[in-house]
């Protein structure tokens, strides 16, 4: 079982089309983080939310932190390809230990 | 960058040898960690360390072992290599707001 839920686990759209990847739980975290992963590498830290309701903007990525802090949404307007990439949304656990969702594959097709 | 190299990129090896991955960082972190990654499982914590010689277990340890001697360098210890380890596996260091990978190391047992 995956403490963490992410949707759509694929998501193949069309370059400029607005998109929306969620992250659900049914525990409540500390704190919401959400990763770009690509090919060949390790994920690299997008954003970090830590307030309920909270609402972070990174050019054309906004990330929602939920009101009960036990879910996250990730937002992208005007998608392009060089958004392609495995997004993880990870939440912390206990000492210091992350716990990720199974990622979303998406695909900006030009 | 972070400084994180892991070592080696690629491995390929037979069931039932031993196997080491090497984690070396620069950042002088006191909390480093080994993931694995599987699809459809996102990462998931093999083993951490909250400093030299302090190490304990994540949701994944079964048929690994970890050893750090040394604030830079943590090592994954694979006493006998079975098929279902193989994977790709990532080093970390962080804690709180955000944590850093390395590039990976990709582990094949035939």
């Known amino acids: 079982t995956q403490l963490l839920e992410q949707s759509p686990q694929f998501l193949s759209i069309q370059e400029g089309e607005n998109l929306t990847v969620y992250c659900n739980s049914s525990s409540v975290f500390s704190s919401l983080q959400w990763y770009r992963q690509e090919p060949g590498e390790g994920p690299v830290l997008l954003v970090t939310v830590v307030t309920g309701g909270e609402v972070k903007k990174l050019k054309r990525l906004t990330f929602q932190f939920g009101d009960a802090r036990k879910d996250s949404s990730l937002h992208i307007t005007a998608a392009q390809p060089g958004d392609t990439g495995l997004y993880l949304c990870?939440?912390?656990?206990?000492?210091?230990?992350?716990?990720f969702g199974q990622g979303t594959r998406l695909t900006i097709n030009p | 960058d972070a400084g994180i190299t892991q070592s080696p990129r690629h491995k390929v090896t037979e069931t039932g040898t031993p196997v080491t991955l090497r984690c070396h960082q620069t950042e002088n972190h006191r909390y480093m960690y080994w993931y694995r990654q599987d699809p459809g499982h996102g990462l998931r914590l093999i083993h951490y360390s909250y400093g030299v010689k302090d190490t304990d277990k994540g949701e994944v340890s079964d048929g690994y072992s970890v050893s750090r001697s040394k604030t830079e360098d943590f090592l994954l210890t694979l006493e006998s290599a079975t098929s279902s380890q193989t994977s790709v596996y990532f080093c970390a260091i962080g804690m709180g707001q955000g944590y850093t990978f390395g590039s990976g190391t990709r582990l094949t047992v035939v």
């Open positions: 990870a939440g912390i656990q206990g000492a210091q230990k992350l716990v």
